[in-house]
């Protein structure tokens, strides 16, 4: 059974930063890409990043390039999401999900399974 437990959301001003967690079982983690995608309210879903945990490589948004870094601790099956120089534009929820597989690439448009969800949400 899949079980993703995202955490570390919240409120901040423009500019700060928030790190984002995701703790997935033993097998989600190896054998799926992990990462982020987001849904503002009223709005289309956004993939946001991903890792591809076995070969530790990674793929970003082009709204999110230069500000966030997804990041993996296989000890603890967790994925991380470090938001830096954050705008009001990133408020949304996140969820920690599961992405496809094109061979060797991570598919950052295509989720499969994802968790409850955290809210992030940027002032200005």
């Known amino acids: 059974q899949v079980q993703l437990v995202e955490s570390g959301g919240g409120s901040v001003q423009a500019g700060g930063s928030l790190r984002l967690s995701c703790a997935a079982d033993?097998?989600?983690?190896?054998?799926?890409?992990l990462g982020w995608f987001r849904q503002a309210q009223g709005k289309e879903r956004e993939g946001v990043a991903v890792i591809n945990s076995g070969a530790d490589s990674t793929s970003y948004a082009d709204s999110v390039k230069g500000r966030f870094t997804i990041s993996q601790d296989n000890a603890q099956n967790t994925v991380y999401l470090q938001m830096n120089s954050l705008k009001p534009e990133d408020t949304a929820m996140y969820y920690c999900?599961?992405?496809?597989?094109?061979?060797?690439?991570?598919?950052?448009?295509?989720?499969?399974?994802w968790g409850q969800g955290t809210q992030v949400t940027v002032s200005s």
């Open positions: 033993r097998d989600t983690y190896s054998s799926n890409c």
């Open positions: 999900a599961t992405f496809g597989r094109f061979g060797p690439y991570c598919i950052l448009e295509v989720q499969k399974y």
